[in-house]
C-alpha cells in the first residue's frame, strides 16, 4: 500500500504565497516522478509541475517564472512553491507520483485527496 498525504492550500490575496507539500509513504520500492496537477471547477485536470528521480522538472508554460518545484528523494516528499499567485489559479491541486510498489515489477500512478488553493481578494 502507498499513501500520499499533502499540506498546504488555503486563501491568499492576488501576488501573495503558498507552498505545497506531499509525502509518500509505504511499501515504496522506487519513485519515477512525483508532481502536481490541478483541476478548477468545470475544468479537466492540468498538469502544473513534475519532478523526475534526476532532477529533470517540467511545466505548464502559465506558471513559469511563479512555481518552483523540489524534491526531497531521501522523504518522498514533493514541494511547490507559488509565488505571484493570480486569481486564474485558483483549483483543486492534486499531488501524483509514478511509484513502483515493493513486490511490483513496474511503476503505477498514485493520487492524493487534493488541497483547494484560492486566490482571491
Known amino acids: 500500500q502507498v499513501q500520499l498525504l499533502e499540506s498546504g492550500g488555503g486563501l491568499v490575496q492576488p501576488g501573495g504565497s503558498l507552498r505545497l507539500s506531499c509525502t509518500a509513504s509505504?511499501?515504496?520500492?522506487?519513485?519515477?516522478?512525483m508532481g502536481w496537477y490541478r483541476q478548477a471547477p468545470g475544468k479537466q485536470r492540468e498538469l502544473v509541475a513534475r519532478?523526475?528521480?534526476?532532477?529533470?522538472?517540467n511545466s505548464a508554460d502559465s506558471v513559469k517564472g511563479r512555481f518552483s518545484i523540489s524534491r526531497d528523494n531521501a522523504k518522498n516528499t514533493v514541494s511547490l512553491q507559488m509565488n505571484s499567485l493570480k486569481p486564474e489559479d485558483t483549483a483543486v491541486y492534486y499531488c501524483?507520483?509514478?511509484?513502483?510498489?515493493?513486490?511490483?515489477?513496474?511503476?503505477?500512478?498514485?493520487w492524493g485527496q487534493g488541497t483547494q488553493v484560492t486566490v482571491s481578494s
Open positions: 501524483n507520483t509514478q511509484v513502483r510498489p515493493v513486490g511490483s515489477g513496474f511503476h503505477r500512478d498514485y
Open positions: 509505504g511499501s515504496i520500492l522506487s519513485i519515477a516522478s
Open positions: 519532478i523526475f528521480s534526476g532532477g529533470v522538472t
